[in-house]
């Protein structure tokens, strides 16, 4: 832990230090503008199955990564805390239907279990039917609400037994797996859902499953294993859009994209042609590295020779990124309906001016530095500053890069670190405002944006941050066996803005805000009463049965001595 911390004051000192010197401040943020937007726009919240469902070797589900990963020992995850039970979602179906309806959202971005669907995660072994069941009756709930789903195929919760028995995204194997898994999921749902996503932030996949080891399935492959992963994902990826493409889309009339998730680079001094380039190698390592193979063929250039030229100086004859054949370059080429951006944060990006003292490795291969403005805000987790204007720029960069394609936000939102039981998130409005504000400056600019889905509707399992990190519009008391949900004020605020379909003027807006701060101090009471309502419940199932038991118990006593003396 501690080089992180210093390599990190040390950019925050580079920074206000540089910062001072070539730019007045940061970027000027635009004035807030008062607008709608267009007619159907899409709103919604998302989360995953791994994160939320719980249940995890409940009615023939077989274990996933994670849970492997999770149960596998101590320091894998803050707290060592597992998803066992998570917030129990996989019997709170109803509940959380009302807390959807609450919110007003028109659609619901979650995932589905491969492990709960397949056990093994191979098809041709066994479907469990009680998880067909169950994404059935869910998704019939959604629909009977009016809430339109937009369903993940993927989002990290490989099933071990493909990791035992072939590597996981290792071996290329994988790919006709996810294959025959997505295109079970085409034919038991897609009459009913029309909006798919292969997979959730593959990059993340890679890089934290197979380099960093911090994700499972915890493996250090430097500078290799991430790569080759996400050589077989992007073909998965595709193989999956061909078939339903070809077998599908005829009948279902769906549409299937991926979900990327980046962050924006801001070259830290835009009169340097060195940190412009720098910026705009982060963006190509982080979203290019899928999105370009998806919508133009191939790995961005910059990644092909950087990685290549390493390679060489690296000793070895090959270059440790993959490279597409002529056939799959145009078999992948195009795959996508729609595109999918998750997006949290910026950072300012400069040219990495001293030798790394790493191997190889991805940090390695991109030769930058990433720094932070102190200035900005970060309530949440430490690595989530709010930053809006950087939205609008990745919005812009991906209409320009990807030929203005249709865009899902599949993901935006902010976490809150506070361990006490506080509703009112008054910093994940203003994130919330600020961000979606950007977005709607985007579609005016004429990115053409779709929906917006806001992350996420519950607070969950954050992988290796445990449940210290909170995401939720509705506050889950995960100590509590129930796990009850409170709605935090961003409800009111989001749900205030779903309406309007906007923000229609100050003085509305600024009631809002007033608003969602009044309800919160009402539902901040009704959540410290919850200790008192736990012991009620303690009250009635065991101190009345066993009272009651006593009673009966002496009066039987009585009763016979009542007899014998009688006779
Ligand atoms: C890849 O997976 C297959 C099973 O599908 C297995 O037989 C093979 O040994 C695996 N290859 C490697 C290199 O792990
Ligand atoms: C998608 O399917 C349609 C209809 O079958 C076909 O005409 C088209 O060529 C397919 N697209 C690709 C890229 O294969």
Redesign the pocket.
């Known amino acids: 832990m501690k080089p992180v911390r210093v390599v990190t004051l040390w950019w925050v000192l580079l920074l206000v230090s540089r910062l001072g010197a070539t730019r007045k401040g940061a970027p000027e943020e635009a004035s807030f503008y008062y607008g709608s937007f267009p007619f159907g726009f899409s709103w919604g919240v998302g989360s995953s199955a791994f994160q939320t469902e719980g249940a995890w070797d409940q009615d023939g589900k077989g274990p996933s990564i994670w849970d492997a990963f999770t149960h596998s020992g101590k320091g894998k995850v803050l707290g060592d805390e597992t998803a066992d039970a998570a917030c129990d979602g996989y019997y709170k179906v109803q509940e959380d239907i009302v807390l959807l309806r609450e919110l007003h959202v028109s659609h619901y971005r979650f995932s589905l279990s491969w492990p709960r669907l397949l056990p093994t995660g191979v098809r041709a072994d066994k479907v469990n039917k009680r998880a067909i069941k169950f994404y059935n009756d869910f998704i019939n709930a959604l629909l009977k609400s009016n809430i339109t789903p937009i369903v993940t195929l993927h989002h990290w919760d490989l099933p071990q037994l493909l990791q035992v028995k072939c590597g996981g995204w290792q071996n290329v194997s994988m790919i006709s797996y996810f294959r025959d898994y997505a295109d079970l999921c085409f034919e038991a749902f897609g009459d009913r859902v029309k909006h798919w996503v292969t997979f959730s932030d593959p990059r993340t996949m890679a890089e934290k499953g197979y380099e960093t080891g911090h994700h499972a399935p915890g493996l250090q492959l430097h500078g290799t294993g991430l790569y080759t992963a996400a050589h077989h994902i992007i073909k998965a990826h595709a193989q999956a859009?061909?078939s339903y493409?070809?077998t599908w889309?005829?009948k279902q009339q769906g549409l299937v994209g991926i979900s990327l998730n980046c962050d924006w680079g801001e070259p830290m001094d835009i009169s340097s042609p060195k940190d412009i380039e720098a910026a705009e190698r982060y963006l190509q390592f982080c979203l290019g590295w899928f999105a370009n193979p998806i919508y133009a063929g191939d790995y961005p250039q910059v990644m092909k020779d950087r990685i290549g030229k390493k390679s060489a100086e690296q000793g070895l004859d090959m270059s440790r990124l993959p490279v597409f054949s002529l056939q799959e370059k145009s078999?992948i080429?195009?795959?996508s309906d729609f595109l999918g951006l998750g997006h949290y944060t910026t950072r300012y990006i400069t040219e990495r001016n001293y030798p790394s003292r790493q191997g190889p490795s991805y940090q390695n291969d991109r030769d930058l530095v990433e720094l932070v403005d102190p200035n900005w805000p970060d309530l949440g987790s430490k690595w989530l500053y709010s930053v809006p204007w950087g939205f609008r720029r990745l919005l812009h960069f991906a209409q320009t890069q990807y030929g203005n394609p249709p865009i899902y936000v599949t993901e935006n939102g902010a976490s809150q670190k506070l361990h006490c039981t506080q509703l009112c998130d008054e910093w994940r409005i203003q994130y919330l405002k600020g961000y979606i504000n950007e977005m709607l400056k985007a579609i005016k600019d004429g990115v053409n944006i779709k929906g917006y889905t806001s992350w996420s509707l519950l607070d969950k399992f954050e992988w290796e941050k445990g449940y210290s990190d909170r995401y939720g519009f509705y506050y889950v008391e995960f100590n509590n066996r129930n796990k009850p949900r409170y709605p935090k004020a961003s409800v009111q605020y989001y749900k205030k803005i779903i309406t309007a379909n906007g923000f229609p003027n100050p003085r509305e807006v600024e009631s809002w805000y007033l608003k969602a701060l009044e309800t919160c101090s009402i539902n901040n009471q009704m959540l410290a009463a919850e200790p008192l309502l736990s012991h009620m419940q303690m009250v009635t199932e065991i101190v009345v049965p066993t009272v009651c038991t006593l009673c009966i118990l002496i009066s039987a006593v009585l009763l016979l001595l009542l007899l014998r003396g009688q006779s």
Do not use: A, I
Request: hydrophobic share 10%; aromatic share 20%; no cysteine.
């Open positions: 859009w061909h493409n070809s889309r005829g078999y080429k195009g795959t």
